[in-house]
């Protein structure tokens, strides 16, 4: 049976999208913000996290404490995050409770207190937090990629902010951040479980009736030129040198996004992969080895990270371009084939089933593509996908002059040589 997401467009421009799952005794239900990271400027970046932390801190309505205990004390979780393009809202909770569910994250979405001690104080966590992050080699690599990837623009910026620009912002700042982009038409609510949609749609109109439309602002494109490899070394005495190998690649709806999925499931997305079985299985070189994918709406990257001994890091790097040229020169197995494709479509089955991953997926990529794929959709895009398409993927990404490579362990001397090992054919 097909599967079919209820959509209405109210008033204003605020979207409503939803996929009732009667045999569910669960609601996941988001509040999405088309609004990030990519939205900042220099001055005022990480604004978006800050005021997705505040809006937990209290409402006209709600209390800090209150928010809480509203939604854990009927046996929901609640909670938010902020990416480079959205900030999102979110709960699971006993279905029964939706009206609830909706009622507490709206407020906290269109009527947050703000007020100033909270401010001051979540400013100092969020200080912290920064601190943290460049404490943790692992994560702070990251950050360095990035930079490289997208120098000089918001989208190769920390989403968190810099110590400088958390540290200007200000109530001021923050209420005109919410007016300009908490807006209806750059809201997206997504609900999946077991629900009642004309409930939810008519509850949201309410909710969000006061609002005035107000068009939402894009953001600027993503710059890519890169002419030669680039590499950028964080010395530190680690007891193993952290690795963040990055490629830009495609854009969320690129016509090779799934030939992409594959090949991030051959190289290195579990345990049978090509880089988890040469470097980890074979050779010892490393307990973490794997790779990601990041999607957004005008670009995207294919990075490697691994964390690996100190004494075999130029062996480890051209191990790994090597392992990423195999699949430019040649089409994989038709075998490997068969189960990347089989691994690839049977993790998005089993992550549907889940009314918060269903949620998730479904306002994700309304509220960045005004689109929504269903699994079936899904299937037949995957079907399509030929062995042919994942050598063209790898050949489109991997290119010598594309490298970027982020270091963070006692590797200074060894610059050069890195640099020099910074090939693929």
């Known amino acids: 049976m097909k599967t079919v997401y209820k959509k209405r467009i109210l008033p204003g421009g605020l979207r409503v999208i939803a996929h009732n799952m009667p045999d569910r005794e669960s609601l996941a239900l988001g509040v999405w913000i088309k609004v990030g990271g990519r939205d900042e400027a220099a001055k005022n970046k990480g604004i978006a996290h800050f005021l997705e932390h505040l809006v937990f801190k209290g409402t006209r309505k709600y209390s800090c404490r209150k928010i809480k205990e509203s939604i854990e004390g009927v046996g929901g979780s609640l909670n938010g995050f902020t990416s480079e393009e959205v900030t999102c809202y979110l709960v699971k909770i006993p279905a029964r409770f939706q009206d609830l569910a909706l009622d507490v994250l709206s407020d906290m979405v269109k009527s947050p207190a703000l007020p100033e001690r909270e401010i001051v104080k979540e400013k100092t966590v969020i200080l912290e937090e920064i601190k943290m992050y460049k404490d943790q080699p692992h994560s702070y690599v990251y950050e360095l990629l990035d930079e490289l990837l997208w120098p000089n623009q918001p989208i190769g910026w920390p989403v968190i902010g810099t110590h400088e620009s958390v540290s200007r912002i200000g109530r001021r700042e923050l209420l005109a951040f919410k007016q300009e982009f908490y807006t209806p038409k750059n809201i997206v609510i997504s609900a999946a479980g077991s629900l009642d949609f004309d409930r939810l749609a ?63 499931i051959i190289l290195g997305a579990n345990m049978s992969s090509r880089l988890f079985n040469s470097l980890r299985e074979k050779r010892g070189l490393a307990y973490e080895i794997g790779t990601q994918v990041k999607r957004f709406s005008d670009t995207g990257a294919f990075m490697v990270h691994a964390g690996i001994d100190n004494r075999r890091i130029l062996e480890t790097i051209k ?26 479509l049977g993790q998005m089955m089993l992550a549907l089933e889940d009314t918060l991953e269903h949620m998730l997926w479904i306002g994700e990529y309304t509220a960045t593509l005004d689109k929504t794929y269903t699994l079936e959709d899904l299937i037949k895009e995957v079907n399509r996908v030929t062995k ?38």
């Open 202 to 264: 008519k509850q949201s109109a309410r909710a969000f009736s006061h609002k005035k439309e107000q068009a939402s602002k894009a953001f600027d494109c993503a710059k890519e030129s890169q002419g030669l490899p680039k590499l950028k070394i964080f010395h530190k005495d680690t007891e193993q040198t952290h690795l963040a190998l990055g490629f830009h690649s495609f854009k969320r709806d690129d016509p090779l996004r799934h030939a992409l999925g594959m090949l991030h």
């Open 319 to 344: 191990l790994i371009l090597n392992e990423l040229a195999k699949t430019k020169d040649k089409s994989v197995s038709s075998d490997e084939f068969k189960r990347a494709k089989e691994f690839y």
């Open 388 to 425: 042919q398409d994942i050598r063209e993927a790898a050949s489109r990404i991997f290119r010598e002059n594309k490298i970027n490579l982020a270091l963070i362990g006692p590797v200074k001397k060894l610059e050069k040589h890195i640099f020099n090992q910074l090939k693929i054919n």
